[in-house]
Antibody, heavy 118, light 106 residues
Framework: QIQLQQWGAGPVKPSETLSLTCAVSGASFSGFSWSWIRQPPGKGLEWIGE???????NYNPSLKSRVTVSVDTSKNEFSLKLTSVTAADTAVYYC????????????WGQGSLLTVSS | SYDLSQPLSVSVALGQTAKITCGGN??????VHWYRQKPGQAPVLVIY???NRPSGIPERFSASNSGNTATLTISRAQAGDEADYYCQVWDSGIYVFGTGTTVTVL
């Protein structure tokens, strides 16, 4: 059974960096893509970025200048860093497993509400 | 950027059929995936690649995709089907989600 367990430190102050990590169990890292997706309170889903097992990344152009997704295959974990945050970055952040790049998301983490507040 | 539009809300009587549309330019040429999200929970995949159901999703869920509209159909609607539903495609190197539809079972 594939499980994604995520965590992150919050709240985050404006202009600081938001960090989240997702641990994967029950699945190999190779052959899949690993994404971050967010959902502002009461709003829809927005894809942030993805990484594969070899570290290849792909980012949403709207966030690309502020986003870094990295992977630690030795720990079966991948991480998100979002810099220079503002109140508009307040959202529930999800990690998710993609069957392959450009396809669908089969498994999701439980979600982490990260609030940007001074 | 590619936009996917969904109705804000759909109401369906218990036991009847609900249809949720997802509009996008020539969406019929893309693979469309659908997710169900209940309050406070992560989304769950209910349909992938236009009309395929993951294991554990009942046959009451079906979908189609043609022209500029993809449609998710929920037959014999149950109270447990109340949720937000999102369509999703891959376009120009990024993942795009629809605006989301809230389904209410009356």
């Amino acid at each position: 059974q594939i499980q994604l367990q995520q965590w992150g430190a919050g709240p985050v102050k404006p202009s600081e960096t938001l960090s989240l990590t997702c641990a994967v169990s029950g699945a190999s890292f190779s052959g899949f893509s690993w994404s971050w997706i967010r959902q502002p309170p009461g709003k829809g889903l927005e894809w942030i970025g993805e990484i594969n097992h070899s570290g290849g990344t792909n980012y949403n152009p709207s966030l690309k200048s502020r986003v870094t997704v990295s992977v630690d295959t030795s720990k079966n974990e991948f991480s998100l860093k979002l810099t220079s945050v503002t109140a508009a970055d307040t959202a529930v952040y999800y990690c998710a497993r993609g069957e392959q790049r450009g396809s669908f998301f089969s498994n999701w983490g439980q979600g982490s509400l990260l609030t940007v507040s001074s | 950027s590619y936009d996917l539009s969904q109705p804000l809300s759909v109401s369906v009587a218990l036991g009847q059929t609900a249809k949720i549309t997802c509009g996008g330019n020539r969406i019929g040429g893309k693979n469309v995936h659908w997710y169900r999200q209940k309050p406070g929970q992560a989304p769950v995949l209910v349909i992938y690649s236009d009309d395929n159901r993951p294991s554990g999703i009942p046959e009451r869920f079906s979908a189609s995709n043609s022209g500029n509209t993809a449609t998710l159909t929920i037959s014999r609607a149950q109270a447990g089907d109340e949720a937000d539903y999102y369509c999703q495609v891959w376009d120009s190197g990024i993942y795009v989600f629809g605006t989301g539809t809230t389904v209410t079972v009356l």
